[in-house]
């Protein structure tokens, strides 16, 4: 095998990992609810 094949290959594995991180982050993180609160001139402390 090629190493540029193997390192594509590794690289597209970060890439799916990085995209399923992201879901499972904005899956249980209010992050839209946040945005609204902030526009809204709420002030929102996350702790």
Known sequence: MDQTTVSL????????????????FFRFVPVGLWLTALFSGVRVSFL
């Open 9 to 24: 290959g590794i690289a597209l594995a970060l890439v799916f990992i990085a995209v399923i991180l992201a879901v499972i």
